[in-house]
């Protein structure tokens, strides 16, 4: 162990890790990356398989998104949203809501009914405020507007909305929600659509559903059916619920069109961003929420109409200079006919899975690919020794359970994809053999 990585085990306590080492692999500090490559303390490199931890778009240290930083940087790094505004994040909602209601949409079919799509630019830090944000939003308008009951929330079993008390008491995945039962809030997770068609029926009248686009990510990977988004949508629309599209992850062209939800069609009330949302360099995320209900949001200090919510760092000049440079690259560099064209060796790539011994099954969304693998043991933990073997082999991603995730950048060039995934075979064979 290098001194870094000995700080590491000494004073550090990671997420979602166990604080036992022989739990894990060794430590590995990262300290460098070049597009799609990383580079760790020893001057170890390695493919960025999950994309850090799914939101890295263009690579690292990309040019544009760099100068972007650096040109910020230099006029002012922060500076408070609460009352007062800054550049960028005047910029940047525009150009968010134009891109989004435009007339030269990024990819997504018509006819979407572009007015209604939310315009109101609510900033936070990370996906799990965005999340929060909403559902804060949608229970003080119900009470604003003389509906002070209507305070319930959906979520489907299986879906992530963040880490935050009412995410984990909004999600879907037991095993991070069982250890804080004691402090969740009530939400209502529902197994499937026909259990909420049946509630709904009987005159259940939620504030609003969230719904993950395209695919539950945290959950496994796993792709919504086709016409999901659509009935849950109707549904949100018959019982006067407002629909929340969690983007966190399907955002900015990771599931093909430049939002997950725009795959059927559907326009949110609501619509949470964040990962892509800077091309994967700072933390910011965004709640974007429609002007009526905005416009409710009015009345003195006092008067409970105001949304109070805001962190010392919302709408951060840095991330907001950043996330504009990228939406640019996005208009100016075609990235969602990039990620487009990247599509058909990403699926060949995944195919040569299908059939090999220890892969259970293979599923994909985009540029998102999932390899659930045979568990060698009941903890299940193949998917986690399959990561570990594939390090030597200079590949990182992190396993869902006994899935791995395969989410490259979308700047990886073709001979590394085939790299990639060779290595993730050459991982799954060893384990597989062992
Ligand atoms: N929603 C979805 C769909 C996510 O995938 C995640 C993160 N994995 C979150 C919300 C939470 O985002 P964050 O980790 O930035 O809080």
């Given at each position: 162990m290098d001194f870094l990585e000995q700080a590491d085990a000494r004073w550090l306590w990671h997420p979602f890790t166990s604080a036992d080492p022989a739990d894990g692999p060794d430590p590995l500090i990262l300290v460098g990356g070049q597009g799609e490559w990383?580079?760790?303390?020893?001057?170890?490199?390695?493919?960025?398989?999950?994309?850090s931890i799914w939101c890295n778009l263009h690579g690292h240290q990309h040019p544009r998104l760099n100068a972007a930083l650096e040109a910020q940087v230099r006029k002012i790094a922060h500076c408070s949203f609460l009352g007062t505004g800054n550049e960028p994040a005047s910029l940047l909602a525009q150009a968010l809501v134009e891109t989004l209601r435009g007339p030269s949409p990024l990819g997504f079919p018509d006819p979407i009914p572009r007015d209604s799509i939310p315009s109101r630019v609510f900033f936070s830090d990370n996906g799990s405020c965005a999340?929060?944000?909403?559902?804060?939003?949608?229970?003080?308008?119900?009470?604003?507007?003389g509906q002070p009951g209507r305070t319930d929330l959906v979520?489907?079993?299986g879906s992530y909305h963040g880490d935050t008390m009412l995410n984990v008491s909004l999600g879907g995945i037991?095993?991070?929600?069982?250890?804080?039962?004691?402090?969740?809030?009530p939400c209502h997770v529902v197994p499937d659509l026909r259990a909420l068609e049946t509630r709904i029926a009987e005159g259940f009248q939620p504030a609003a559903i969230f719904l993950e686009s395209a695919l539950h990510g945290a959950g496994g990977m796993i792709p919504h059916p086709p016409g999901f988004m659509k009935r849950v949508a109707d549904l949100a629309a018959k019982c006067g619920a407002f629909l929340v599209c969690d983007e966190v992850l399907a955002g900015f062209g990771r599931t093909g069109p430049f939002l997950?939800?725009?795959a059927e069609g559907i326009v949110p009330d609501f619509i949470t961003l964040s990962k892509g949302l800077t091309g994967g360099y700072l933390p910011l995320a965004i709640t974007?929420?429609?002007?009526?209900?905005?416009?409710?949001?009015?009345?003195?200090?006092y008067s409970g109409k105001l949304l109070y919510h805001g962190h010392t760092y919302t709408a951060h000049p840095l991330a907001c200079a950043v996330a504009l440079e990228n939406l640019k690259i996005f208009h100016e560099e075609d990235t969602l006919g990039k990620v487009a064209a990247l599509r058909p060796a990403f699926e060949h790539g995944l195919d040569a899975f299908r059939k090999m011994p220890g892969v259970a099954e293979v599923r994909s969304r985009g540029l998102i690919g999932a390899i659930d693998l045979v568990a060698r043991s009941r903890r299940g933990d193949t998917a986690r020794a399959a990561c570990t073997a594939m390090r030597p082999h200079?590949?990182?991603?992190?396993?869902?359970?006994?899935?791995?995730?395969?989410?490259?950048?979308?700047?990886?060039?073709p001979e590394n994809l085939t790299r990639l995934f060779e290595g993730v075979s050459r991982a799954i064979r060893q384990v597989?053999?062992?």
């Open positions: 990383l580079v760790d303390s020893h001057g170890r490199r390695y493919l960025d398989g999950n994309s999340n929060e944000i909403a559902a804060k939003m949608a229970v003080q308008f119900f009470r604003i507007t979520a489907f079993e037991g095993t991070f929600s069982e250890p804080y039962r004691a402090l969740t809030l997950g939800c725009f974007l929420a429609p002007q009526r209900v905005f416009e409710q949001f009015a009345g003195d200090y200079g590949i990182l991603t992190r396993p869902i359970g006994n899935t791995l995730v395969i989410m490259p950048p979308y700047c990886i060039r597989m053999s062992e």
